[in-house]
């Protein structure tokens, strides 16, 4: 009995699978017709064709349908047809369009394309307030394909990327499809609420697409893509752009369309190029086929953007609203290229229905817990936009090759050829089991050889223990280090265990302990690997060392959306350091190595405190405003919100120390802030603030200490938490202070629109950044500099030149920002 009832269910499914109308669309050579729209008539029900030029039209009532066919520069065919029984064969020819400019008068001084965009600039508000709040059905297919992948890159075996690549290292390497329904209020409300999500290979994954990723509405100023740039409606789009009209046509309803071309007047703005089509009288988009290379839109990685959007009008609604939109891109980076198209489909729109902003939360994603357990039954009902060739071939290869790796013997197979001890695996070597889902292992970096007038030579080396549980949402990690001075003689090691509770709060509990060389800024803003290099080469040993023997317990979660607490415990054993060598490649007269003591460049042998003992307490929060967050049925995942500031809140206490000088309390608080300026770059600022309790004597170390930088190089990205032409332990206090920076990256706006600069990609930057306390006179940096120095793809370098006052002019200094540690 079971069994037939299963066996209708199925049946019942299979017939609702086939109640569609479905065909292939060609143009009139016979030639398949990519990315059609077809809708049925006065509604926001549709499809658009594959890249096979097949579709299927989602039907399951059977009655009398007219059904518009669109393509941009084709003619729109109508159909009616009567469907008394499903599945509905309906196959369509298109027919070229003719852009004409017959009627329309030329003036070789003003082209008519500037009139059409200046009516639709004045009505892009009114047109944009059309739309207060909509409710809607989306669809969303990913395809990334790669070509001639390298086997290894930088060293690292790429392998067959979950068996995506092909003999000729070419293929898919990720295909998924997602069904969700969107909320939308205006200006900037949108959530979704995925409720099936699909990924070649990975039955348990869920998909990245999102209605939030493509949301590119052209009726805003500027789009976000990566970079904000600039519509070619926007308020100041004729600052930016040139129009030439290169046709007219009429749609289906006898609407004339304005085919306009726009393009760059200066090539390395965030700008986009390529046509709009503008519907006449009412000054709406009727369509888009725009493009964007990775310059304007500041990825460096992806060579060219094309992006097409298609609009379809309602008369009930007097709307015409986005009802299919594609994206296409080709990057390369480290000798891989590819391409890739991400497909989105909007549906059954509901208008202005009344949503308010109780409707909405902080939660802008949402998956329903069994939405990637859908079988292909239900894939095939639903899915709007039919699977190509190659996406059939994918999803069936993928999925029978993850059956056959997920399974035991294979893992182990794969283990015991990984698992094989070589020769490089000397400096390196990793024990895995996959089946087990653990690894362990042990690693000699190079770059662990460097130099300090405190160690010497050190050579480092680690060790691990990684065991992950359901699917990494917790694990267990053991890791320890020892590092070994050869001009003092002494090994040193630490370890930490780490236990990840969860992917929603996101809770750790960490132990860790050992003896090491630490820095008396715990911020550590110098490199070893840069003060290695000053040290031997400049005879500049900036980096200040002292001897924490330790254990550590750390806690931290999210207690609730956006507020994170950090608890930490610790008891420390403080021992001084002095000079061990004086070891230098370039022995310049009169440089000589200052002392390893930061309160006194010459007290050789001095210590800057005593040896001691002392207990650490903190509290610390960390306060997102505004934070959005994307919820899996077992993970969250949190999403920065621009528009919002981040506060921190700290306390800290050290107690029962063996001097009792050396108890302190302190409260702290910063708050930090990074946004867009619409098209006038980004800008961002950091304060920080702070003050001591019962801390007149305490050890050096305790002190509060700012980020200064001798060494006129910087690995930063950006500079709101440093000081570039600061000593960095000149202004370190056990009282009061302030400090605040504040850095605005033109992105182009300024050097974009300079001649001859303009075609260097070049970004301006310009800074301010002041310290104040008490009994010390406040000091302040002024810098201004150049970003993005480099060529093509590889922007490494940062040039700034900066300027410091403290009580008059004290200094300047060149600085050099390299990007590529």
Do not use: C
Request: charged share 20%.
């Amino acid at each position: 009995m079971t069994k037939k009832l299963l066996n209708i269910f199925l049946i019942a499914f299979s017939t609702l699978a086939l109640a569609q109308i479905k065909g292939n669309i060609t143009d009139q050579n016979n030639e398949a017709l990519p990315f059609v729209n077809i809708v049925i008539e006065n509604t926001y029900k549709g499809t658009t064709s594959n890249d096979d030029g097949y579709y299927d039209l989602n039907i399951s009532t059977p009655k009398t349908y007219t059904i518009v066919y669109s393509y941009l520069g084709y003619k729109t065919v109508k159909k009616t047809v009567t469907v008394d029984q499903f599945p509905y064969q309906l196959d369509v020819t298109l027919t070229e369009e003719s852009v004409s400019l017959n009627e329309v008068v030329i003036d070789s001084e003003n082209d008519p394309a500037n009139a059409i965009m200046q009516q639709a600039i004045a009505q892009r508000k009114a047109n944009l307030e059309k739309i207060k709040s909509f409710k809607a059905d989306f669809y969303s297919r990913g395809l990334i394909k790669i070509k001639d992948a390298p086997e290894k890159i930088m060293g690292q075996e790429v392998g067959d990327l979950g068996g995506g690549l092909d003999s000729t290292r070419s293929g898919i390497v990720y295909l998924s499809e997602t069904i969700s329904h969107l909320q939308f209020l205006s200006p900037d409300k949108l959530k979704e609420k995925i409720t099936a999500s699909k990924i070649s290979g990975d039955s348990n994954g869920f998909s990245f697409n999102s209605a939030l990723d493509v949301n590119f509405n052209f009726y805003n100023n500027s789009v976000n893509f990566g970079n904000e740039i600039i519509s070619p409606i926007a308020n100041n789009a004729f600052s930016y752009y040139r129009y030439k009209l290169e046709g007219i046509f009429y749609d289906d309803r006898g609407n004339l369309i304005n085919k306009i071309r726009v393009t760059p007047k200066r090539i390395n703005d965030p700008v986009f190029s390529g046509f709009i089509y503008i519907v006449e009288d009412q000054w709406d988009i009727y369509a888009l086929e725009l493009d964007l290379t990775g310059v304007q839109a500041r990825i460096p990685m992806v060579d060219i953007i094309s992006l097409q959007q298609s609009f379809s009008y309602s008369e009930t609604d007097d709307i015409w609203a986005l009802i299919s939109q594609s994206i296409d891109f080709k990057y390369a980076l480290f000798g891989i290229k590819g391409e890739g198209r991400f497909t989105a489909v909007y549906s059954n729109y509901e208008f202005n229905s009344g949503l308010t902003r109780s409707d909405f939360s902080r939660e802008i994603v949402a998956f329903e817990k069994e939405a990637n357990k859908k079988d292909s039954i239900f894939w095939n009902a639903i899915r709007p936009v039919p699977l190509t060739s190659e996406e059939r071939t994918d999803y069936v290869k993928k999925d029978s090759i993850q059956v056959l790796r997920e399974s035991k013997p294979y893992l182990d197979s794969i283990d015991n050829v990984r698992n094989k001890f070589k020769l490089g695996s000397i400096l390196g070597y990793t024990y895995q089991n996959s089946h087990k889902d653990y690894r362990l292992g042990y690693d000699i970096p190079l770059l662990g050889v460097q130099f300090n007038t405190v160690q010497g030579y050190t050579a480092n080396a680690n060790v691990f223990y990684t065991k992950n549980y359901d699917d990494f949402n917790r694990f267990l990690s053991v890791n320890g280090n020892f590092q070994y001075g050869f001009s003092d003689e002494r090994l040193r090691a630490i370890g930490s265990l780490t236990y990840k509770f969860n992917s929603i709060s996101n809770s750790f509990l960490s132990l860790s302990g050992g003896v090491s060389a630490e820095q008396f800024n715990p911020s550590n803003p110098i490199s070893p690997l840069i003060n290695s290099v000053s040290t031997l080469f400049f005879e500049d040993n900036y980096i200040k060392l002292y001897d924490k023997s330790y254990l550590a317990l750390n806690y931290s979660e999210e207690l609730f959306n956006g507020f994170r607490l950090y608890a930490g415990l610790s008891y420390e054993r403080r021992k001084a350091l002095f000079n061990t060598t004086d070891q230098t490649f370039i022995n310049e007269e009169n440089d000589v190595y200052t002392s390893n003591n930061p309160l006194n460049d010459t007290a050789f042998g001095i210590a800057p405190f005593e040896t001691h003992n002392i207990v650490k307490g903190s509290v610390d929060a960390r306060i997102n405003f505004g934070q959005e967050y994307l919820s899996y049925p077992d993970a969250k995942y949190n999403v920065s919100n621009d528009d919002y500031p981040t506060l921190y809140l700290g306390y800290e206490k050290g107690f029962g120390a063996t001097n009792s000088d050396y108890n302190f309390d302190q409260i702290k608080a910063s708050l930090r802030q990074s946004f867009n300026i619409k098209d006038k770059g980004r800008f961002m600022y950091n304060v920080k603030a702070g003050t001591f309790f019962n801390a007149e004597d305490i050890a050096f170390m305790d002190y509060q200490h700012f980020n200064g930088n001798q060494t006129h190089v910087s690995t930063e990205g950006n500079y709101t938490n440093v000081f570039n032409n600061l000593d960095y332990y000149s202004a370190s206090t056990n009282d009061t202070y302030f400090e605040g920076h504040v850095e605005h990256d033109f992105n182009g706006f300024l050097l974009g629109k300079t001649p001859l600069l303009n075609k260097l990609n070049f970004n301006l930057v310009v800074g301010a950044h002041l310290l104040a306390k008490p009994d010390f006179s406040p000091y302040q940096e002024y810098s201004v500099g150049i970003d993005n120095i480099g060529w093509g793809k590889w922007r490494f370098l940062r040039v700034d030149y900066i300027r410091s006052y403290q009580s008059g002019f004290q200094s300047d200094a060149i600085m050099f920002g390299l990007k590529f540690f």
